[in-house]
């Protein structure tokens, strides 16, 4: 049962995830370095600097002639920890994941952060990196946290950052393929200052994993969520125009769970796109997603 859409859902989720304010969230210090500039678009390495100490390199996108919106591209995950940013940068990986530079080349600022345990940012703590991100999953459960309020986190930096270095009005907006629609997810759940957002093959229920014994990254097992209403719950925390496409058949994500966080959402604030498909992102949702973002305002 999808739970009561009220005012109280966003505070619920922040609390689960055990998070301040977003907005209170900064960078306590920033480097950033050129790197090259191609087809109209200058690729910057910047890398920002979270009050837990860590760190988060990001690429940055940003095209010749801007359209005033910018975008944080979210990687997804599929075992491939060696590749994070880079792919939705078109650098690496799956050319048809490129959404960062798809959206650069349209106009959009694009910044694609690697998640914690991806790219630059694997822990190597063994030869195991699927190992590695349990670990640190665990120890983060263990600590009261959960690896996606790490993943939360670190996004409302690299939101803080990318306001305070906007030449317009501030409007933010986010993408996400697979986990990075999952962390899309949640950043739209909590974080007011993300106006828009896609959420490509990154949305079902933990009821469904469960029912169906389906291994899913650690980061969706926030501790108290199943008991406080489950993933449509944080659907029902989201109060911006969001897009979510989803495969008929996608093995990760059984339609059943994907239908329950749908009817979770607001009304009017949901654009669902099933086709018939797997858990991949199709040319024609790379184009709807793009045509979504940068439509302005933000809304459906």
């Known amino acids: 049962m999808a739970p009561t859409i009220d005012d109280t859902a966003r505070s619920k989720v922040l609390e689960l995830l055990a998070l301040p304010s977003p907005d209170s969230m900064r960078p306590t210090a920033v480097r950033r370095e050129h790197l090259r500039r191609d087809?109209?678009?200058?690729?910057?390495?910047?890398?920002?600097?979270?009050?837990?100490?860590?760190?988060?390199?990001?690429?940055?996108?940003?095209?010749?002639?801007?359209?005033?919106?910018?975008?944080?591209?979210?990687?997804?995950?599929?075992?491939?920890?060696?590749?994070?940013?880079?792919?939705?940068?078109?650098?690496?990986?799956?050319?048809?994941?490129?959404?960062?530079?798809?959206?650069?080349?349209?106009?959009?600022?694009?910044?694609?952060?690697?998640?914690?345990?991806?790219?630059?940012?694997?822990?190597?703590?063994?030869?195991?990196?699927?190992?590695?991100?349990?670990?640190?999953?665990?120890?983060?459960?263990?600590k009261?946290?959960?690896?996606?309020?790490?993943?939360?986190?670190?996004?409302?930096?690299?939101?803080s950052w990318m306001q305070d270095t906007s030449v317009g009005p501030t409007d933010v907006r986010i993408i996400g393929h697979s986990l990075g629609g999952q962390v899309a997810l949640f950043s739209l759940a909590v974080d007011a200052r993300v106006s828009k957002g896609v959420v490509s093959c990154g949305i079902g229920s933990l009821a469904s994993f469960e029912s169906e014994r389906i291994r899913h990254n650690p980061a969706w097992?926030?501790?108290?969520?199943?008991?406080?209403?489950?993933?449509?719950?944080?659907?029902?925390?989201?109060?911006?125009?969001?897009?979510?496409?989803a495969g008929r058949n996608d093995k990760l994500f059984p339609m059943a769970g994907v239908q329950d966080a749908f009817d979770a959402f607001r009304p009017g604030v949901l654009t669902a796109m099933v086709f018939d498909g797997g858990h991949s992102m199709p040319p024609f949702v790379l184009d709807a997603a793009v045509q979504h973002l940068l439509a302005s305002p933000a809304m459906n």
């Open 221 to 245: 097992f926030v501790p108290g969520l199943l008991a406080s209403g489950d993933v449509p719950l944080v659907a029902a925390a989201v109060e911006q125009p969001v897009l979510v496409a």
């Open 39 to 142: 087809e109209g678009v200058q690729y910057d390495r910047v890398v920002l600097d979270a009050a837990d100490g860590d760190t988060i390199p990001c690429l940055l996108l940003t095209p010749d002639e801007q359209a005033g919106i910018d975008v944080i591209a979210v990687h997804q995950h599929a075992g491939a920890f060696a590749i994070g940013k880079s792919e939705p940068a078109g650098l690496i990986g799956e050319p048809t994941l490129a959404y960062g530079t798809s959206l650069a080349r349209a106009g959009a600022r694009v910044i694609l952060p690697d998640l914690v345990g991806f790219e630059e940012r694997q822990r190597r703590w063994t030869d195991d990196p699927a190992a590695d991100e349990r670990l640190d999953a665990l120890f983060r459960v263990a």
């Open 144 to 159: 009261g946290s959960s690896l996606q309020s790490k993943h939360t986190g670190d996004i409302a930096v690299v939101t």
